[in-house]
């Protein structure tokens, strides 16, 4: 699996760490701001202020699915439970979405 191939420790004497999670690392070095963004979320115009990789994430979630960041924003306002911001609820779809596809989910190994 290439994606679970290790990779050496740099100059700087980095512990050995997967590819993927290199990659997701130097992204993580990326994020330096949040960026507010205006939605319609169920037929009502607010602002929603997420990280610029939580915002790639959500729009690529959208394109996966066939849908906008409104429609997608629109779906998650209306299961929120409780006081939990819109912010918060896009934050833990993100998370929980990226979690459940297929992909995510662990290989089973086969028994010897």
Known sequence: MPYLTK??????????????MRRAL?????????VTRN????GHRTSVRI???TWKALGNIARGEGM?????????AAKRQG?????AAIR???VGYLN???SARPRSIPAA
């Open 39 to 42: 939605l319609i979320v169920c």
């Open 68 to 76: 906008t960041i409104n429609e997608v924003a629109s779906h998650i």
């Open 100 to 102: 459940w596809r297929p």
């Open 51 to 53: 990280d610029s990789m």
């Open 7 to 20: 990779i050496a420790p740099d100059q700087d004497n980095e512990p050995v760490v997967s590819h993927l």
């Open 26 to 34: 130097d992204e993580v070095k990326e994020i330096d701001h949040t």
């Open 83 to 87: 006081d939990i911001s819109l912010t």
């Open 92 to 94: 833990m779809f993100v």
